[in-house]
Structures are given as structure tokens and as C-alpha cells.
């Protein structure tokens, strides 16, 4: 392996932008662990006091996941998120107009190995959503599990961040006053299996539950396609039928969540390493599929809405593949 020093010699803002994404690496791969770590260590120190005054703290807000969640402004603007968008960089692109008094669940796809176009676009302002869509405040659903853990699920709250469960997406979309969207990565942790660069299979064939919820509530669907997602990291070849697949989805059924092998590139050199590739990611949302409130929806009418946003879907990825760089013969597949 060859190792190149040229990133020592880079300008500060190109080494800012490679701190900024390292941590968001490891916040995804190591921080939980370390504020679990933390909270266990405290308690038996002399500063055992604060894990308990959390702990307490902890069940009194045991519920904010669920009810919106808790975000900071100031901490959705740091200056450091602009160092991680501008690494790739991220982009968000707007193709219609959303009415700030009605609730959206945006359908996020692919689910890719960290989901950075999401976060990137959703639970940082430098990308420039409430600029396009002003009145509207977006919402990353995200494993319950996570809102489980001492310290780290205020830091993920922070960034707009709330628990995929469905009473939490239901406390959004009942909101009278309108202006919430509920991101909602359809895909989810099975799908993470599969990103590797160049893959476009989808698993939404039969992810019908985010349909009945904006029937339900009356909330306006918004397919989003996130070109670049996959391209970002590699993957450890994981076929369906192998020992390391069969070994990830029995994690993924105990766990919840699912634990892609991935790799890129390294600090100082290029090869291998968990630093993400310098691939654009460009974030498309495409247009609304607005909807009668119907309480108790029939299937019949969840499948029909659930082909026709397959059909947007399909639609928006066809209008913009080429302008980012993706051959007239690739097309999504489902499953």
C-alpha cells in the first residue's frame, strides 16, 4: 500500500472538511458505545451524581422521540456541517413548490451504508431546506433503539432526529397546524445490505405501511431519490445465501438494526479505510402526491397509492439520471 502525505499538506479548509466527516463516521460507529461507557464509568467514580441526575432526567424525557423530538437550531447550523457537505459535496435539489400548512412524509431512497444525504440534507440547515421550503420543518426517523442509549440520544435529537416508531410518525402528521415532514427511509436497515456502488434495487415491493399513514392522517407523499448514495462506501461481498448475509440478518431481526462490512478510503491514502469517498450525492425531491384523509383506508386503496408513488418514483429517477451522471440503460429495480 502506498501511503500519500499530500493530505498534510492541504489547505485548512479541505482538512476541516475531513475532521467534520470523520465525525460523522464515528458517530455512527463508536459514539453510541462511548456514551454508554461513559454513563456506566461515572457510576463508579465520585462523579457517580451525574448518571444518576441523567438517569432521571432520562425517564422524565423517556417520551420526546416520540413527540417531535428536540432539535437546536444553532446545532443544525454549525459551521462544521459545512465542511461535511462540501467534502462530497451534498446537494439538494427542489422540483416543486410544498404548501407549509400540510404535513409530507418524504420517502427517502436508497438507504445507502449511512444514509449521508439524508442526514447531510435533513438534519443540518446547510444544504438549504428552509430556505426552498420555508414553513416546513423536517423530521429523520430513526430506530427506536438509538433514543435507548445515555447522552447520545440528545446529541442525535439535536439534528431533528425522532424514533421510527409509528406513534412518533403519527404525532407529526396529526399536527393541525401543518409544516411537519416525516423523512422516512423506506428501505430501512435491510437495505443497507445491499448499498455498494452502482446498485439500484430498492426494497419497497412490499413497504406499504408509510402509504397508510399519510391515508390515514391526509399527509401529502413526496418520493426522494438520492443520487450518490451507494457510491460513497464499499461493501464486503455479502450475497443473499452467504454466511456473513445469513449472520447480518440474524443481527438485523435481534438487533433492529442491520451491520453492513463497509469500507473507502483512508486520511492518508487512498486505498482503504472508513472515510467516505468524495462522490457528489445529489438529493432530489420530486413532487407531492397530495390525498384524501380516509381513517380506515381499504388495501385496495393502499395499493393503488403505493403504485402510484412507485410510478412518481420511478418517474423522478428517470427525469434526472442523466443530469448526474447515470447511463440511459441504468433503471430501478424492486423488491
Not at 478510503?265 to 390525498?291: A, E, H, N
Request: net charge positive; with cysteine; glycine share 6%.
Amino acid at each position: 500500500m502506498l501511503i500519500d502525505f499530500a493530505p498534510l499538506r492541504l489547505p485548512l479548509y479541505r482538512r476541516a472538511q475531513t475532521a467534520a466527516v470523520l465525525q460523522w463516521v464515528f458517530s455512527f460507529l463508536a459514539l453510541a458505545q462511548c456514551c454508554i461507557a461513559l454513563f456506566v464509568f461515572l457510576l463508579f467514580t465520585r462523579f457517580w451524581f451525574v448518571s444518576v441526575l441523567y438517569a432521571t432526567w432520562w425517564y422524565w424525557d423517556r417520551n420526546t422521540p416520540y413527540r417531535g423530538g428536540r432539535s437546536f437550531r444553532f446545532l443544525r447550523r454549525l459551521r462544521l456541517w459545512n465542511y461535511f457537505r462540501d467534502y462530497f459535496p451534498i446537494h439538494l435539489i427542489k422540483t416543486a413548490d410544498l404548501d407549509p400548512k400540510k404535513n409530507y412524509i418524504f420517502g427517502f431512497h436508497p438507504h445507502g451504508v449511512l444514509v449521508a444525504g439524508a442526514f447531510g440534507n435533513f438534519c443540518t440547515e446547510v444544504t438549504g431546506f428552509r430556505e426552498m421550503y420555508p414553513g416546513l420543518k423536517p423530521h429523520l426517523l430513526m430506530l427506536s433503539l438509538w433514543f435507548r442509549i445515555p447522552f447520545f440520544r440528545d446529541y442525535i435529537m439535536s439534528g431533528g432526529l425522532v424514533s421510527s416508531a409509528k406513534e412518533s410518525a403519527q404525532y407529526l402528521l396529526k399536527r393541525a397546524e401543518g409544516g411537519n415532514v416525516a423523512v422516512i427511509v423506506i428501505g430501512g436497515a435491510p437495505e443497507a445490505l445491499d448499498a455498494r456502488p452502482g446498485a439500484l434495487t430498492l426494497l419497497l415491493k412490499n413497504r406499504k405501511g408509510f402509504v397508510k399513514l399519510a391515508l390515514q392522517y391526509g399527509a401529502s407523499l413526496v418520493p426522494v431519490f438520492s443520487f450518490g448514495e451507494n457510491e460513497v462506501f464499499d461493501q464486503v461481498n455479502n450475497p443473499k445465501g452467504s454466511l456473513l448475509r445469513k449472520i447480518q440478518e440474524r443481527l438485523q431481526k435481534v438487533m433492529g438494526i442491520s451491520l453492513p462490512l463497509f469500507h473507502a478510503r483512508g486520511i492518508f491514502q487512498y486505498s482503504f479505510g472508513l472515510l467516505p469517498y468524495r462522490k457528489p450525492i445529489y438529493t432530489v425531491v420530486g413532487k407531492p402526491i397530495d390525498m384524501e384523509k380516509k381513517e380506515n383506508p381499504t388495501q385496495q386503496e393502499i395499493d393503488e397509492i403505493h403504485q402510484k408513488y412507485i410510478e412518481e418514483l420511478i418517474k423522478l429517477f428517470e427525469e434526472h439520471k442523466t443530469k448526474y451522471k447515470l447511463a440511459e440503460d441504468k433503471h430501478l429495480t424492486f423488491i
